[in-house]
């Protein structure tokens, strides 16, 4: 009988290492994932048509948050943004810090010390679709105007004004669904 108290005692050891190793595994992957998580990327589903025909209810995305620590968003990268107790959006960046954005005619322009006289804006990964209604908005050093690709029924600057650089959560950086559409830097115009 001693021995089968052995092998009692042997087993229990096993599970306690076995418990402690796998411990040990989880600490070590969440301290790892955790910070990637919420400082790195994030995942993102497409909630909404406001970016058809570029991205589409459903698609699935991973969010760069890193990068806007380092560089600004520029003109033409689609960008997630969070408003107070709001819910997630996916726009478009038309106008950066201190321009002056310009609908008109269904066009738009953009006013800076490069263009004074309005630049219009190349915006070929519309399909055809007029910007409306007609404004002119100046910005400050910290807001960016945000437009979604879907002109005709979009919530976005032209209804809740600019976009303070603090709401940017960061840009799309890969597509993973639909599997046809998967790429990185989805819907840049850059």
Do not use: C
Request: proline share 6%.
């Amino acid at each position: 009988m001693p021995s089968a108290d052995f092998s009692v005692i042997f087993i229990l050891m096993n599970i306690k290492k076995n418990i402690w190793e796998i411990i040990k595994f989880v600490v070590v992957a969440l301290l790892i994932i955790l910070p990637i998580r919420f400082w790195v990327v994030q995942p993102f589903i497409v909630s909404g048509s406001s970016m058809v025909p570029n991205f589409s209810n459903g698609d699935y995305l991973i969010i760069d948050e890193f990068s806007y620590h380092f560089i600004s968003p520029r003109r033409g990268e689609v960008v997630i943004l969070k408003f107070a107790n709001e819910p997630y959006f996916i726009k478009r960046v038309v106008g950066l810090p201190g321009e002056t954005v310009e609908i008109k005619a269904g066009r738009v322009y953009i006013h800076n010390n490069q263009y004074p006289e309005g630049l219009l804006l190349d915006e070929s990964y519309l399909k055809d679709a007029p910007t409306y209604p007609d404004l002119k908005e100046t910005l400050a050093s910290d807001e960016y105007f945000v437009l979604g690709d879907n002109r005709i029924s979009s919530a976005d600057s032209r209804i809740w004004g600019s976009a303070k650089k603090d709401s940017i959560i960061g840009r799309t950086f890969i597509r993973l669904w639909p599997a046809k559409t998967i790429g990185v830097w989805p819907g840049s115009a850059n």
